[in-house]
């Protein structure tokens, strides 16, 4: 069975207390069979994926915001079926999250990015790009505060 690995190199959060942060005391590993480890004293975080399942973490704390910079290794060649996701969530029935999930693609296909935000617990915002090779310092979504018109914007 071929073992293949995501590895997620972050900057944690842009406030001042995150100078001296680490993974393995702002998130916790919650899935996976020894899959997801926090290696290096605490500075990286590497997320396994075999034929079976995957592996997942969460931070120990909520954020209304911050910014987040990862690398993904999406799976190479005949994909179709493996998604590998990465979202924001809050807790609840009535949740706001986030979604990226990159979609399994046939060889020699483009990667197809998924993503969708729920407010209130209301998902149905989905919108999905053709990557090609990489999203770098691009916006490729961009959801806006309509609130004042009476749409849902996430606020927890």
Known sequence: MAR?????????LAC???ASASFDKEFDVTWGDGRGKILNN???????LDKISGSGFQSKHEYLYGKIDMQLKLV??????TVTA????????????????FLGNATGEPYTLHTNVFTQGQGQREQQFLLCFMVDDMPIRDFKNLEGKGIAFPKN
């Open 16 to 18: 001042s207390a995150v």
């Open 4 to 12: 293949m690995v995501v590895s997620v190199l972050a900057i944690l």
């Open 76 to 81: 190479a060649g005949n994909s179709a079926g």
């Open 86 to 101: 990465y979202y924001l969530s809050s807790q609840g029935p009535t949740h706001d999250e986030i979604d990226f999930e």
């Open 42 to 48: 605490g500075q990286l975080l590497t997320l396994g």
